[in-house]
């Protein structure tokens, strides 16, 4: 396929050149009606380039298949057989996904370490959640993705489940084995469902992880803003064989879906798709050069415990994405939110992921040696002045054992059943009629239905006083806690 062709972003080019005037939605007409303060911070070109599919990219009866080109495009970048666009972020795609494979009351295999879109999308679905839990670093206190045996002990005891999902990478990098996930997964003939929302990039390099695709998976989604260049809510179904039915994933997605699609989403996205089939080598190799040098010099920071290969050689993780730089703090005797905080207040450094033990920086394509050096001189002021930072009371970490919650009801039921809130303290051994998730990474510790223990309550507490944001919380202090009457 001709890959210097980006459909999108030619139709967007001639519905400029045409000068066509709209006489429906977006409101603002392409930036005329746009209060002019408004176009000084965000720019007349993000309004320009704000036009519907339908009568604008292309015509009523999209006769010029302008989204179908860049879809199959993208599918021939990726080698999959089909891909759609979805401009709702990974979020919706995760959900849509599940809808596809599993119904309500069907089982489905799910990591425990999913994200807390994956346990909206068991709400929402009614499925039935068999959790896979992840494999747990004590040393670290850090969740690995499930292994091809873990998937293979829960499908004997349940082998009525519809599918499998497997989130990898995770927040902080390490990978699953999916190539022997998806085979355990096709020894029962079932789909292997990849939530890859952080690996977008992997299909340019052979340097990286195992990519979807590439390694059996069925259906595969990913978030190509978080390590790709498209703008947030970008997110793209994969698909090969024949478990998951293209039409009924369409018509899931069309179930959930929004009716007015971002043109500025679709046109990142097919950009994108040309920028790493053309240079996408060339530019991640440069991202893993840049990668090592960092990686070198935060090993040489005292303090700071950088998760490396060692990972996959003590074999906790099949494979880590080394673009992403999961630094533990704790020696410096501050929290990772802590860190987070100190960085964006004193060196105008934001980093992506934070935790109660670490921060989480990645690199992309995007980086250069003024990125690369701020980031690493910034992490030397932090070692620097970390004592300056001020003690936070110390957070109760649970067990792994104590992370295994009973499921005693439904998801669904749960959420949607009659519900009062207790103080925390008398909230042990009652079921939680809530998701509460610290964000970022946003993995639930608890998921409606679960069995609410004394660690649990003890870790929320006692991280909410240290700065732990629980914001989908119904009380983000923790000083209640939402359960069901049952």
């Known amino acids: 396929m001709d890959h210097s062709r980006v459909p999108v972003l030619e139709a967007l080019q001639e519905f400029r050149r045409r000068g066509d005037v709209v006489y429906g939605p977006p409101g603002h007409k392409q930036g005329l009606g746009v209060d002019p303060r408004v176009l000084d911070?965000?720019?007349?070109?993000?309004?320009?380039?704000?036009?519907?599919?339908?009568?604008?990219?292309?015509?009523?009866?999209?006769?010029?298949?302008?989204?179908?080109?860049?879809?199959?495009?993208?599918?021939?970048?990726?080698?999959?057989?089909?891909?759609?666009?979805?401009?709702?972020?990974?979020?919706?795609?995760?959900?849509?996904?599940?809808?596809?494979?599993?119904?309500?009351?069907?089982?489905?295999?799910?990591?425990?370490?999913?994200?807390?879109?994956?346990i909206a999308g068991v709400i929402v679905n009614g499925v039935q959640p068999v959790w896979v839990h992840p494999k747990f670093d004590t040393e670290r206190h850090l969740a690995h993705p499930p292994e091809p045996d873990d998937v293979r002990r829960a499908l004997r005891e349940h082998p009525d489940a519809k599918g499998m999902l497997l989130i990898t990478p995770t927040d902080w990098g390490s990978c699953a084995d999916i190539r022997g996930t998806a085979a355990v997964c096709h020894d029962h003939d079932i789909p292997l469902i990849v939530d890859e929302a952080w690996g977008a990039h992997l299909p340019f390099h052979p340097d990286l992880p195992a990519w979807g695709m590439n390694a059996d998976a069925d259906l595969v989604v990913t978030s190509v803003h978080k390590m790709g260049g498209a703008i947030e809510q970008s997110s793209v179904f994969h698909l090969q064989g024949d478990r998951v039915s293209p039409e009924v994933l369409k018509q899931r997605e069309d179930l959930l879906g929004t009716t007015s699609s971002s043109s500025l989403v679709y046109a990142t996205l097919d950009g994108w798709r040309r920028h790493m089939v053309q240079h996408g080598h060339d530019l991640l190799d440069a991202a893993l050069h840049r990668t090592a040098r960092i990686r070198k010099a935060v090993a040489d920071m005292p303090g700071l415990r950088l998760m490396g290969p060692e990972v996959v050689e003590q074999g906790l993780t099949a494979e880590l994405d080394l673009l992403k730089i999961t630094i533990d703090v704790r020696e410096l005797g501050i929290s990772g939110m802590?860190?987070?905080?100190?960085?964006?207040?004193?060196?105008?450094?934001?980093?992506?992921?934070?935790?109660?033990?670490?921060?989480?920086?990645?690199?992309?394509?995007?980086?250069?040696?003024?990125?690369?050096?701020?980031?690493?001189?910034?992490?030397?002021?932090?070692?620097?002045?970390?004592?300056?930072?001020?003690?936070?009371?110390?957070?109760?970490?649970?067990?792994?054992?104590?992370?295994?919650?009973?499921?005693a009801m439904l998801p669904r039921d749960a959420f949607f059943g009659s519900a009062e809130h207790v103080p925390a303290r008398q909230a042990v051994g009652r079921v939680a009629a809530e998701t509460i998730s610290p964000y970022p990474p946003g993995v639930p510790v608890v998921a409606p239905g679960e069995v609410i223990t004394r660690e649990v309550v003890d870790y929320l507490t006692s991280g909410v006083a240290a700065g732990l944001l629980i914001p989908d919380a119904a009380d983000p202090s923790a000083e209640t806690l939402r359960v069901t009457t049952r």
């Open 41 to 118: 911070i965000v720019g007349e070109g993000v309004f320009g380039s704000d036009v519907l599919s339908l009568n604008g990219l292309d015509d009523r009866r999209e006769s010029q298949g302008v989204l179908t080109q860049a879809e199959e495009l993208m599918a021939d970048a990726v080698g999959a057989e089909q891909a759609f666009f979805s401009t709702c972020g990974s979020s919706l795609s995760v959900k849509t996904a599940m809808l596809a494979v599993a119904g309500p009351g069907e089982k489905l295999l799910v990591s425990r370490n999913a994200h807390k879109s994956v």
């Open 338 to 407: 802590q860190a987070a905080e100190w960085l964006r207040a004193h060196c105008h450094v934001d980093i992506g992921s934070s935790d109660t033990c670490r921060i989480s920086a990645q690199v992309t394509h995007a980086d250069n040696d003024r990125t690369e050096n701020l980031l690493t001189d910034s992490l030397r002021r932090l070692v620097e002045h970390a004592d300056t930072i001020e003690k936070q009371p110390p957070i109760r970490l649970p067990e792994p054992r104590t992370l295994q919650l009973e499921q």
